[in-house]
């Protein structure tokens, strides 16, 4: 390992995302790596390495010299790889440490126009008076749109059947399905399907989260709709090697909160529906703990069989 100089960084970091340039974890990376480089004085670049069920990006990560000059930034999806993914390259939780929480947002549960409904209740009663004959569309199995239509369609007591993307398909595809009327209802990010409500094409029944949306104001929360307490936001997240010095972790944390909390870009953030996440990296290292254990919960009430990566 190389020598850490107590003026980390004093070299270029490089943050690997396992998402396509464009989606929210690399709008928000590519926003905090500008905020980061003003820090540090530093060059701060974002890599995309997708492919492989969002495991290449981590799987290099994990593989990196752990002195703080190779960071990943991901979504929750980290957290329940664990109890999902099988033949795994790495563990997600024993091969990574967690520095700091980024962003939580929610999704939005929408339905085609084909399918009738423009309300969760409306779909709720759809589903029970046709069980198992309404589709749901999801990115692909244990992916988050996945995970949180099964906790949706769990809390709702309803019974639905899945229609995931094929192998190599992005999101965008299983919209498109909901959008012709080949899948009846879909979980999706705010911004995915943005365009799609305001055109009509979509109907936005209800968001995952405890609040409302800035971006979608008019549209109730699915607890208000009806279905007590459900809360399933999309985080996002900055993780380093095991094994990175634990000043280098602090320092990593510290700086993550400072760049969150720049005007400019909590500007930026709220004009894209997303709210900064405030946790000390102790905190947020239990968060994850928690919500992979959440995860397997709900993996294993929902009887999903584990998936190879």
């Given amino acids: 390992m190389r ?4 003026d980390y960084p004093t070299e270029p970091v490089r943050l690997i995302e396992p998402f396509g340039a464009g989606g929210g974890p690399d709008l928000v990376g590519r926003a905090l790596a500008q905020e980061l480089a003003k820090l540090w004085g530093q060059s701060v670049t974002v890599e995309n390495i997708p492919g492989a069920g969002a495991t290449a990006g981590p799987a290099q990560v994990a593989k990196s010299l752990a002195d703080g000059y190779t960071l990943l930034v991901n979504t929750s999806a980290h957290a329940y790889g664990a109890a999902l993914l099988k033949n795994l390259p790495y563990d997600p939780l024993k091969d990574f440490i967690p520095v700091a929480p980024l962003t939580s ?32 569309g999801s990115a692909g199995v244990g992916t988050g749109s996945h995970l949180g239509i099964v906790k949706f369609n769990l809390a709702a007591s309803i019974q639905a059947a899945h229609v995931p993307a094929r192998p190599g398909d992005a999101i965008a595809d299983t919209i498109a399905n909901t959008v012709a009327g080949l899948t009846d209802y879909l979980l999706a990010p705010i911004q995915l399907v ?28 699915i607890a208000e709709s009806g279905v007590g307490g459900f809360d399933y936001p999309i985080w996002y997240g900055v993780w380093t090697p095991a094994g990175t010095p634990a000043g280098v972790v602090d320092k990593l944390a510290n700086d ?8 400019d870009l909590r500007e930026w953030l709220a004009k894209h529906g997303t709210d900064p996440m405030n946790m000390t990296q102790p905190e947020f290292a239990r968060f994850v703990l928690s919500e992979s254990e959440s995860a397997a919960r709900l993996i294993e009430a929902a009887e999903i069989k584990s998936q190879s990566a």
């Fill in 3 to 6: 020598r850490i100089s107590p």
């Fill in 105 to 136: 947002q929610p999704y939005v549960l929408v339905a085609g126009r084909l399918a009738g409904v423009t309300t969760v209740g409306g779909l709720t009663a759809a589903a029970r008076a046709k069980p198992r004959q309404l589709k749901f």
């Fill in 194 to 221: 943005l365009v799609d409500i305001r055109a009509g094409r979509l109907r936005a029944l209800g968001v995952s989260t405890k609040k409302r949306s800035v971006l979608l104001p008019e549209v109730p929360t």
């Fill in 256 to 263: 993550i909160a400072r760049a969150l909390a720049a005007p």
